[in-house]
């Protein structure tokens, strides 16, 4: 089965600061990968996509992530972090028909935004 | 469009007790899912339907049943409620109608937290 793993648990920036969040997946063929983030109290809201073509990909709120096929990964950057950003992020990976479309997630990333 | 809706948004039970966690979504999606969410644990897929009628397991299915009568609702029911069944529930919808790539964005509920004691 695909696996999804992100190795930090917590990250801690300061505002304004840049971010980079880090997503590792194993699958065989070309995945399709997911950021999607978690505010407190709420469901998970999608930040961007990957299917295919161009490896680097823009995603809601100033997010984007780069596929790297070369190192399994597709880590989520921000430029400049805002005290807002803070949220549980979770990266997941599309599964085969077999498991209905469902996604496979990471055990997520906290991240707290200091001022 | 109210997009996917949970009910109840929080439940405590007593073990040995059941329930049923209602979802419904009003997107026309074929796709719907249940997952669980423990902390540190990411979430978890319990059962999916590809339609109404059609239902499958997921990875930690024991203890849950579910049904999809109809394209908009896909209800969880917990039979013998016990500890290790609190958790934050997230149903979850999507729609196969131009590929796998559409099929595998997920629009999520709010969530239900439950507890057991």
């Known amino acids: 089965a695909q696996s999804v793993t992100q190795p930090d648990i917590h990250i801690t920036v300061s505002e304004g600061a840049s971010l980079e969040l880090r997503c590792n997946y194993s699958?065989?063929?070309?995945?399709?990968l997911f950021w999607y983030v978690q505010s407190p109290g709420q469901g998970l809201q999608l930040l961007l996509k990957?299917?295919?073509?161009?490896?680097l990909v823009q995603g809601i709120k100033g997010f984007e992530a780069e596929f790297k096929r070369s190192q399994s990964s597709f880590n989520l950057r921000k430029p400049s972090v805002h005290w807002s950003d803070a949220a549980e992020y979770f990266c997941a990976v599309g599964e085969t028909p077999n498991s209905g479309y469902a996604l496979n997630f990471g055990k997520g990333t906290s991240l707290l935004v200091t001022p | 469009n109210a997009g996917v809706t949970q009910t109840p948004k929080f439940r405590i039970l007593k073990i040995g007790q059941s329930m049923t966690l209602q979802c419904t979504q009003d997107?026309?999606?074929?796709?719907m899912y249940w997952y669980r969410q423990d902390p540190g644990m990411g979430l978890k897929l319990i059962y999916y339907?590809?339609?109404?009628?059609?239902?499958d397991k997921g990875e930690v299915p024991n203890g849950y049943n579910v049904s999809r009568s109809t394209t908009e609702d896909f209800p969880l029911r917990l039979e013998l409620a016990a500890p290790s069944q609190t958790s934050v529930y997230f149903c979850?919808?999507?729609?196969?109608?131009?590929?796998?790539?559409?099929?595998?964005?997920?629009?999520f509920g709010a969530g239900s937290r439950l507890t057991v004691l």
């Open positions: 997107m026309n999606h074929n796709y």
């Open positions: 699958y065989g063929a070309t995945p399709y």
């Open positions: 979850a919808s999507s729609y196969l109608g131009q590929g796998p790539s559409g099929a595998n964005v997920l629009t």
């Open positions: 990957y299917f295919s073509g161009d490896t």
């Open positions: 339907s590809v339609g109404a009628g059609i239902t």
